[in-house]
């Protein structure tokens, strides 16, 4: 009996000291996993989205002209598709929202929707500018800017990435590397790899649609996610895979408290509406 109990003692004492190994393990993984893996980049991108829209009307020579002046890293262009097959740089289907006009872009021919005028208020001063093309804005700034631009299926067909490409050739800027696309869509990028295979390409991710599954498995070297969708586990992960995570921000009311929280978790590019507080933050 004798024997036996002491038997009994060494096994208690040997789980006891497995179970604490285990839970030190167990607390250094997660120690691990939390800790950031180191960004991409040296120093974080900041992209103008739709240029200086905090400032001037959003797509618009101006508000571009205002964030080349910032000295940002990339003016972000979103293209859509005239009637008459010509690309112009406004976000929405629709004219509706930004212009004092109504209707969708590929249904106005490029004199038609050149009569709209983009408008916005700002302070007390209410500003009017025409929607440009993408050819106005390349013009403008020729290779002294970098260009990062949006494609889109257009009815559900790849129209817009030929006539893109070939533009973006005529004016030397894919082999002088001025240029990133970007895309929801999986068959617009493969098209433009196809097209141009030098050109660096962003899936982007819709929000609450975030996959980091599928985020690993693309070639892509870039993912545009949605700041509420990124964590320090879908950075880690994505770094690991040796790929740069650029974020863009829906709500204005908590994009600056968004943007300090993804600079902690070592996010490579900002989308930001607000390029005078994004430079500010990175100084800090």
Known sequence: MRGK???????????????????????????????????????????????????????????????????????????????????????????????????????????EIQKFSTVAVFGNNTHKEEIPTLEDILEKFVDTEHYYIETRLVDGRLVMEEQLVQLLNEYGLIEKGLVTIQSFSEESLNKITELAPEVPLTLLFKKGQFDLSRAKQVEFPYIGIETTDVTRKVVNELHKQGKEVHVYFNNRDTEKSEQKRVKALLVDGYFTNDITYTKELFKQ
């Open 5 to 111: 109990r002491c038997f009994d003692k060494k096994m208690v004492f040997f789980f006891l000291v497995l179970s604490y190994l285990c839970t030190i393990i167990i607390l250094v993984g997660a120690q691990v996993e939390n800790q950031p893996v180191p960004s991409m980049v040296d120093q974080p991108k900041i992209i103008a989205h739709r240029g200086a829209n905090d400032r001037f009307n959003e797509s618009t020579l101006t508000a571009y002209e205002i964030a080349a002046k910032d000295g940002v890293d990339s003016l972000e262009i979103d293209l859509r598709l005239t009637k008459d097959n010509s690309l112009v740089a406004i976000h929405d289907q629709s004219v509706d929202r930004t212009t004092d006009g109504a209707g969708k872009v590929i249904d106005f021919t490029l004199e």
